[in-house]
T-cell receptor
Framework: KNEVEQSPQNLTAQEGEFITINCSYS?????LHWLQQHPGGGIVSLFM???GKKKHGRLIATINIQEKHSSLHITASHPRDSAVYIC?????????????FGKGTKLSVKP | NAGVTQTPKFQVLKTGQSMTLQCAQD?????MSWYRQDPGMGLRLIHY???????DQGEVPNGYNVSRSTTEDFPLRLLSAAPSQTSVYFC????????????FGSGTRLTVV
């Protein structure tokens, strides 16, 4: 069983729709990261969460530590949001302090 | 700031050849790491370093060596390339407290024939 599971694997939306991508994990974590990988391959860090909720522009990330679950929401989606969104978790110290990645959710937003 | 500079962007190797993927950061980050990305799989950690002179193995270290002689540089060496090492490689860095998240290089697409 993968330690980090994302759903859905693929998502197609119409421009303007509200989008939710989910991440569940099975290990104790010190932080959870959401990353965006552009069609050209570059990876950028969107959020780091250890509790609660963060917002940046049209992107909102939430985490429920007790349920070991996080969601990434995109409001008023736009074709430029088309990318692969990756959830990654970080454990506690030593080798467990490294990131464990989900397989990603491929989002396509149609105009 | 240039961030994380990764070279080359593309490389084709013959089986048995060796090469070094370069990674340099100018943000004074303590933590640096190398990942490989294969179709249908999440990024997997190859090697990492928490500071100059300190390196350790990740999930898939076989066939790769690293060194960290300076804070800025963290090269990844393929000792004897194999077709199984065909992949996209990413270098990333962060502060130890990762306050600002991780900064990734632009990736190297490596093909071993």
């Amino acid at each position: 069983k993968n330690e980090v599971e994302q759903s859905p694997q693929n998502l197609t939306a119409q421009e303007g729709e509200f989008i939710t991508i989910n991440c569940s994990y099975s290990v104790g974590i010190s932080a959870l990261h959401w990353l965006q990988q552009h069609p050209g391959g570059g990876i950028v860090s969107l959020f780091m969460l250890s509790s609660g909720k963060k917002k940046h522009g049209r992107l909102i990330a939430t985490i429920n530590i007790q349920e070991k679950h996080s969601s990434l929401h995109i409001t008023a989606s736009h074709p430029r949001d088309s990318a692969v969104y990756i959830c990654a978790v970080k454990g506690y110290g030593g080798s467990q302090g490294n990131l464990i990645f989900g397989k990603g959710t491929k989002l396509s937003v149609k105009p | 700031n240039a961030g994380v500079t990764q070279t080359p962007k593309f490389q084709v190797l013959k089986t048995g050849q060796s090469m070094t993927l370069q990674c340099a950061q100018d943000m004074n980050h303590e933590y640096m790491s190398w990942y490989r990305q294969d179709p249908g799989m999440g990024l997997r950690l190859i090697h990492y370093s928490v500071g100059a002179g300190i390196t350790d193995q990740g999930e898939v270290p076989n066939g790769y060596n690293v060194s960290r002689s300076t804070t800025e540089d963290f090269p990844l060496r393929l000792l004897s390339a194999a077709p199984s090492q065909t992949s996209v490689y990413f270098c990333a860095s962060s502060t130890w407290g990762e306050k600002y998240g991780y900064t990734f290089g632009s990736g190297t697409r490596l093909t071993v024939v």
